[in-house]
């Protein structure tokens, strides 16, 4: 797909990036940490995947990520959410954030300002009616960045994501040295990669197991610092304010964030619980995927009735020893003992006859074998295993 290297001109743009930061205006904070869920991971790392989607590789990599247990900011070009809009809706379901990385990947800093501005909001366009949402973050191709396109950004409400960490899976990188440069991230970090490179896929599994034995979790990134953060859990906003990013070893986050109280990426949380009704009848489908200490779990709800559920809850008790540190597609708490997963803000509705809902969650485990839960029940009603 796109083998042009991503240079780093770092050191000539913190100048004016800094520049930049210090025009931005005050935002009002979304403070989004879910107690339940904050215990266990010891901080956030921003995995991010640029240039798709497609369909050659989007498919693949969201599977290895859901599988795994992570999540991730998928960096989309305009010109590829237009064409595979289906991928847009897939990064979504699998509980992705999708940013916007222009429309065809252009040197931006050798474009005018209406060329910048053309390929920002086409992209924007194009993700949002793909279903992705209106993206808040923008990374711009090859970490090329100047006032000019810092000036386009705003207008959008658009926060510059860089990078602290090149994974160079662009320039062929091996599975081992992707591995190793996850390895370096620290709380609040951002590693680029892409989705296309086959060593990075095939990275995935060691880089979520590396993460878990740090004690760090795959985190959203924050529109407000352009720092890692956990996922937005539909919590509560509050106020407060910010002026400017942060700068690190030479990489430039943050920045001109404006509008308001935004809770970041796409998925927003803010569940419909409750109230669904009584299912006519349900199924759950539990497929964990476990190793020493840690697991995953992948969850399909089944509705077999003959009415449309409208905003779900599902209970189940998980056994001794387990523990949820991190969930996607719906909000779990409390995260251990009999606990209860609520639908997020897209996923509230389950079709009659036969409609699903996913979800899935990273957790903990001690003791000798690892077990599921015995049984679920849908908005109080027992479900079926499938
Ligand atoms: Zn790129």
Redo the contacts with the bound molecule.
């Keep these: 797909m ?1 083998i042009a290297p ?1 240079l780093s001109i770092r050191g000539l743009v913190t100048g004016l990036a800094v520049a930049a930061m210090a025009m931005a205006g005050t935002v009002s904070l979304g403070v989004n940490a879910t107690p339940s869920h904050a215990a266990t991971c010891n901080g956030y790392v921003g995995l991010t995947f ?2 798709g989607p497609s369909n050659d590789h989007t498919p693949a990599i969201l599977n290895a990520l859901k599988q795994n247990g992570l999540r991730a900011t998928m ?1 989309n ?1 305009g010109q590829y959410a237009a064409s595979y809009p289906a991928q847009v809706q897939a990064e979504i379901n699998a509980g992705m954030w999708v940013g916007n ?1 222009s429309y065809t ?1 252009p040197h931006l800093t050798q474009q005018s300002q209406a060329q910048i501005d053309s390929e920002i909001s086409r992209t924007q366009q194009a993700i949002s009616s793909a279903g992705g949402g209106t993206p808040k973050l923008f ?1 711009p ?2 970490g090329e960045t100047n006032s000019t396109l810092k000036s386009v950004e705003a207008k959008y409400g658009l926060t510059e994501i860089i990078w602290d960490v090149d994974s160079q899976d662009w320039n062929g990188a091996s599975v081992d040295a992707i591995v190793q440069a996850n390895a370096q991230l620290g709380n609040g970090q951002v590693i680029l990669m ?1 989705e296309w490179p086959a060593n990075t896929l095939t990275a995935i599994p060691r880089i979520a197991q590396g993460l878990a034995s740090r004690g760090l979790c795959a985190g959203m990134i924050s529109p407000q610092t352009g720092r890692a953060v956990a996922p937005d859990g539909g919590g509560t906003t509050t106020g407060g304010t910010t002026t400017g990013g942060t700068t690190t070893g030479g990489t430039t986050t943050g920045g001109s964030t404006t509008g308001g109280a935004t809770t970041g990426g796409t998925t927003t949380g803010g569940s419909t619980t409750g109230g669904g009704g009584t299912p006519g009848g349900c199924k759950v489908a539990y497929n964990p995927n476990s190793w020493p200490g840690g697991f995953t779990a992948d969850v399909t709800i089944t509705n077999t009735g003959s009415s449309a559920i409208n905003g779900w809850n599902l209970g189940f008790t998980l056994p001794s020893g387990q523990s949820v540190a991190n969930a996607w597609n719906a909000n779990i708490s409390p995260s251990s003992g009999a606990v209860t997963a609520s639908n997020v803000s897209f996923n509230g509705q389950i079709p009659a006859n036969g409609g699903t809902a996913s979800f899935g969650f990273q957790g903990t485990w001690s003791g000798s074998s690892f077990s599921k839960p015995a049984s679920f029940t849908l908005n109080g009603t027992a479900c079926s295993m499938a």
Excluded: K, L, S, V
């Design positions: 796109r991503h640029d240039d960096f070009e990385h990947h990374r191709p090859y892409h």
